[in-house]
């Protein structure tokens, strides 16, 4: 599987934005899409992620009510709206592909793709 993101950009505080990642390759399986994102010197963070039939959704705290994680398999495409964005969102977004469930342990996810940046100024 390649995932490819796209979408990022500079905004400022309570703009919006809406990644995109697009899967190739083997995506007849069931995978669970999921955002990370990292910020300089910081460790890999979930955000939000998709469970494979797009039933189930989870969220970090941080961005309850403000991002929306969602799936469209005839596209092959998982989108991350982002809403009233924040200075402390900026960062470098990933997106994953691993097991069928949504889990928020990057360690647990098999695909990645190259990041899309995302600044946020206040």
């Known amino acids: 599987v390649q995932l490819q993101a796209s979408g990022g950009g500079q905004v400022q505080t309570g703009g919006s934005l809406r990644l995109s990642c697009a899967a190739s390759?083997?995506?007849?399986?069931?995978?669970?899409i999921s955002w990370f994102r990292q910020a300089p010197g910081m460790g890999r963070e979930f955000v939000a992620g998709?469970?494979?039939?797009?039933?189930?959704?989870g969220y970090a705290d941080s961005v309850k009510g403000r991002f929306t994680i969602s799936r469209d398999d005839a596209k092959k495409t998982v989108y991350l709206q982002m809403n009233s964005l924040k200075p402390e969102d900026t960062a470098v977004y990933y997106c994953?592909?691993?097991?069928?469930?949504?889990?928020?342990?990057?360690?647990?996810?098999?695909?990645w793709g190259l990041g899309t940046q995302v600044t946020v100024s206040s």
């Open positions: 998709i469970n494979w039939s797009g039933s189930t959704t």
């Open positions: 994953a592909a691993g097991g069928p469930a949504v889990v928020n342990s990057p360690s647990l996810y098999a695909y």
């Open positions: 390759g083997r995506t007849g399986s069931m995978f669970g």
